[in-house]
C-alpha cells in the first residue's frame, strides 16, 4: 500500500524558513511534486521533481526561494522554503507520480496527473 506522509510544517514569522518532507512508502516513484492550497483557493503546484533530482521545475511564485530535493535511498523528497511570505501560507501537499520528468515537459504542474497524495502539512506565515 502506498503512503505519503508529510512533516515539517508550522508557524513562522516572514523571512524565516521551514523545510518539508515527504516520506513514500510502498514502491519508489519517478516524479515527485509539491501542491499547496490556501483557503478558498484552488490547489497550486509548488515544485517537481525527477528520479534523479536533474529535473526541477517550480512555480514562479516560489522561484529563488524555495528547494526541492530528494534523497531515493530513503524515498524521501523535501522542500525548503525560505525567504517565507504570509502569501505562502497554506496547507502543503506531497504527491507522486510514475511518469517520468523530463525537460520540456509540460504536465508537471497539473494535480490530475499525480497518482498518490499525502495528508497535507500546515504552514502558516504570520507578517
Known amino acids: 500500500q502506498v503512503q505519503l506522509v508529510e512533516s515539517g510544517g508550522g508557524l513562522v514569522q516572514a523571512g524565516g524558513s521551514l523545510r518539508l518532507s515527504c516520506a513514500a512508502s510502498?514502491?519508489?516513484?519517478?516524479?515527485m511534486g509539491w501542491f499547496r492550497q490556501a483557503p478558498g483557493k484552488e490547489r497550486e503546484f509548488v515544485a517537481a521533481i525527477s528520479w534523479s533530482g536533474g529535473t526541477t521545475y517550480y512555480a514562479d511564485s516560489v522561484k529563488g526561494r524555495f528547494t526541492i530535493s530528494r534523497d531515493n535511498a530513503k524515498n524521501t523528497v523535501y522542500l525548503q522554503m525560505n525567504s517565507l511570505k504570509p502569501e505562502d501560507t497554506a496547507v502543503y501537499y506531497c504527491?507522486?507520480?510514475?511518469?517520468?520528468?523530463?525537460?520540456?515537459?509540460?504536465?508537471?504542474?497539473?494535480?490530475?496527473?499525480?497518482?498518490?497524495w499525502g495528508q497535507g502539512t500546515q504552514v502558516t506565515v504570520s507578517s
Open positions: 510502498g514502491r519508489p516513484f519517478s516524479t
Open positions: 504527491a507522486a507520480v510514475r511518469t517520468p520528468l523530463v525537460g520540456g515537459a509540460t504536465w508537471y504542474w497539473r494535480p490530475l496527473p499525480y497518482e498518490y
